[in-house]
């Protein structure tokens, strides 16, 4: 073999070994999002691998060297995976420097205590929308179930269809071809986000009834930075005789106002840095 042909494979041979290191690196961070969205009690790996279109032996290796890291665990010894301790402590430090969650908290407090409902805030990752932070109200049903740190496929909750509803053309699309499988596994129909994106646009915010817990609904409103692009969405759920035609009408200003509130102290955060 000459020269040329030994240098030729050298090559070839770290880029084989670039492209299956990144390929390992994101089938990894799916798995990830996929626990960190999945149920408390786990999911099997057959489930796993199936979402993910992955195979049996290549989701088994990732979720070993996942669960050695302590990154993953299986719940109570089961054959059940779910984020473990390891997980929890990387977002620790990443969450308290998150300005968003920062700036927004004392506005999030002041609408839980003006409406008396639970007042979320979402975020964006990936093809997903992330309770970041939460405030329960005075009034004594509450959203209790929903907690900080859930992520659903954005698009299944009013907060996502918000967020969709002000990405660009092109990456909105994708997010609902990539999401199109996985909105079946939450009872979502297609058209359902679709006349959600659809709402926002017109509107500006968007209500509707919830899929994941009956006689739920919910109201959200975007935050925007400077530009106008959605950075978030602020909403408020509550049981759906608390949100009616003219209660909403009442406790849009609010929300627009909280909204408003967030993206200005961001932006004036960074002007000052």
């Known amino acids: 073999m000459g020269y040329q042909e030994t240098i030729t494979g050298t090559v070839a041979g770290v880029v084989r070994g670039e492209v299956t290191g990144t390929q390992c690196i994101r089938r990894s961070f799916a798995i990830l999002r996929l626990l960190a969205g999945g149920d408390h009690d786990g999911e099997k790996l057959v489930d796993i691998a199936g979402a993910l279109k992955l195979s049996h032996p290549t989701t088994h290796r990732i979720l070993k060297a996942l669960e050695q890291e302590g990154i993953v665990e299986r719940a109570g010894g089961s054959q059940r995976y779910r984020l473990g301790a390891e997980a929890a402590w990387l977002g620790v430090g990443p969450f308290n420097r998150c300005p968003i969650t920062r700036l927004s908290a004392i506005v999030l407090e002041d609408l839980a205590q003006a409406t008396g ?157």
């Open 117 to 273: 409902d639970s007042i979320f805030l979402s975020v964006p990752s990936h093809n997903d929308a992330v309770y970041a932070d939460r405030r329960l109200g005075s009034w004594p049903v509450q959203a209790r179930g929903v907690h900080v740190g859930a992520r659903r496929p954005m698009g299944v909750s009013v907060g996502g269809r918000v967020m969709l509803a002000h990405l660009g053309e092109a990456r909105m699309k994708t997010v609902l071809a990539e999401n199109a499988d996985r909105f079946a596994d939450w009872n979502c129909p297609m058209d359902r986000v679709l006349r959600g994106i659809e709402d926002t646009r017109a509107q500006g915010y968007l209500v509707d009834d919830s899929l994941t817990r009956q006689g739920r609904r919910a109201m959200a409103v975007p935050v925007r930075d400077v530009g106008g692009r959605a950075i978030g969405a602020i909403s408020i759920i509550a049981p759906t005789a608390r949100l009616g035609a003219d209660r909403v009408a009442r406790l849009l200003p609010l929300l627009r106002e909280g909204a408003r509130r967030v993206g200005t102290a961001l932006f004036e955060q960074r002007m000052a840095s």
